[in-house]
Structures are given as structure tokens and as C-alpha cells.
């Protein structure tokens, strides 16, 4: 199974854009590149996936490398509420379950 | 709307026991999971159904988890004589289809089992 490598750990101050990497090096050609967060004491929320092109949201962007082998997560204004651990995903299980990895636990400064 | 479900929130039990965990996906998603979460890691794949078919239930750590799904809704993660070990949060997502992957999986809050 495809895996990605993240960052234990991010700071920023509100109100400031963050850039979260993903490192992916042996993605498949037809793996989508999720990203998923959790806030404590919740469930993990899904931010946005894509393929191959950059993807917009109301919550976020994805910007994908063009060889796909990394991605970055962009929260474009930082909020408090937006402290949780980021998870980058790649499909990796035959039925679409998702394999998660430690994440990315970004910590956010007023 | 009504998001995923699950109850109990939170469970203790003592060893030896039996647990049974419910969750009540969004209604007429198809898919349903059921994943493991030990304290400071990412949550773990256990099982998965397609309406009431358990597709795959290579997750699941040993033969005392079982899962369900009779009517294609309704899940209930069942734990039989449960070990210290199996202390975790669990969680259920359900979504819509996976014949096209990419879909996003939404997840309940998950019930937290503690075994005593």
C-alpha cells in the first residue's frame, strides 16, 4: 500500500495561511491524494482530495506536485478552530478504506 | 443533517466482558466502516460492509471481533471477553459508494472503550 510521510507537528499564528506537506514517492497512477482532520475528541473530518489537478474548496486548496510524488495542504487564513491533527491519504485499501498515518498535528497561535 | 451516529459515547468495561458498539450511518450510504484508534495514533481499518455484505474483515485483530450489519444500516462492532488491549477509540464512517474512488468517508465521534 501506497504511504506518505508528514511532519509530526506545525505552528502558525491566526489569521495566517499554512502550507501542510505530503510526501507521497510511490503513489499509483490512479491513487487519489485525501487529506482528513481531526480536532480532539472527534472524529476524523474530511478537508478535500484530488488527483491530479489542484482542487479548491470552501475549507481549503490542494496544490499536487506534477509528478504527484507530494502535495500541500493550504488553509489560506489559520483560525483557532482549525487546530487538529492533518491526516494525508492515499487510497490504499481494495475496498476504499482509508490507511491512515500519524498526521500532522498543527498547533495555531492567536 | 444527521450525520454519523454512534453510541455509546463512552464504555467501560472489565476484562472478560462482552461490548457491543453501535452506529447508525448517514441514511442510504452504501459503504460502512469500522476503524480502530489507539491514543496517539491514527485510526486503524477493521472492517468494511457494503449494505449488509461484510466485504472485507481483514482488520479485525482476533476472532473475538465481530461485526454486523443485518439490514444494510445499522452496524453493531461486537467484542467478545475483552483484553486490556483492545482499550481504544472506535469509529464508524459510512459513504455513499466506493465504485468510484475518491469518495469522502464521514465519520461519528466514535465511542471510546475503556477495559478495566
Known amino acids: 500500500d501506497a504511504k506518505t510521510t508528514q511532519p509530526n507537528s506545525m505552528e502558525s499564528n491566526e489569521e495566517e495561511p499554512v502550507h501542510l506537506p505530503c510526501n507521497h514517492s510511490t503513489i499509483s497512477g490512479t491513487d487519489y491524494i485525501h487529506w482528513y482532520r481531526q480536532l480532539p475528541s472527534q472524529g476524523p473530518e474530511y478537508v478535500i482530495h484530488g488527483l491530479t489537478s489542484n482542487v479548491n474548496n470552501r475549507m481549503a486548496s490542494l496544490a499536487i506536485a506534477e509528478d504527484r510524488k507530494s502535495s500541500t495542504l493550504i488553509l489560506h487564513r489559520a483560525t483557532l478552530r482549525d487546530a487538529a491533527v492533518y491526516y494525508c491519504?492515499?487510497?490504499?485499501?481494495?475496498?476504499?478504506?482509508?490507511?491512515f498515518g500519524k498526521g500532522t498535528k498543527l498547533s495555531v497561535k492567536p | 443533517g444527521a450525520g454519523v451516529s454512534q453510541s455509546p459515547r463512552y464504555k467501560v468495561a472489565k476484562r472478560g466482558q462482552d461490548v457491543a458498539l453501535r452506529c447508525d450511518p448517514i441514511s442510504g450510504h452504501v459503504s460502512l466502516f469500522w476503524y480502530q484508534q489507539a491514543l496517539g495514533q491514527g485510526p486503524e481499518f477493521l472492517t468494511y460492509f457494503q449494505n449488509e455484505a461484510q466485504l472485507d474483515k481483514s482488520g479485525l485483530p482476533s476472532d473475538r471481533f465481530f461485526a454486523e450489519r443485518p439490514e444494510g444500516s445499522v452496524s453493531t462492532l461486537k467484542i467478545q471477553r475483552t483484553q486490556q488491549e483492545d482499550s481504544a477509540v472506535y469509529l464508524c464512517a459510512s459513504s455513499v459508494f466506493l465504485q468510484e474512488l475518491g469518495q469522502p468517508q464521514h465519520f461519528g465521534d466514535g465511542t471510546r472503550l475503556s477495559i478495566l
Open positions: 491519504i492515499l487510497d490504499g485499501g481494495s475496498q476504499g478504506n482509508l490507511i
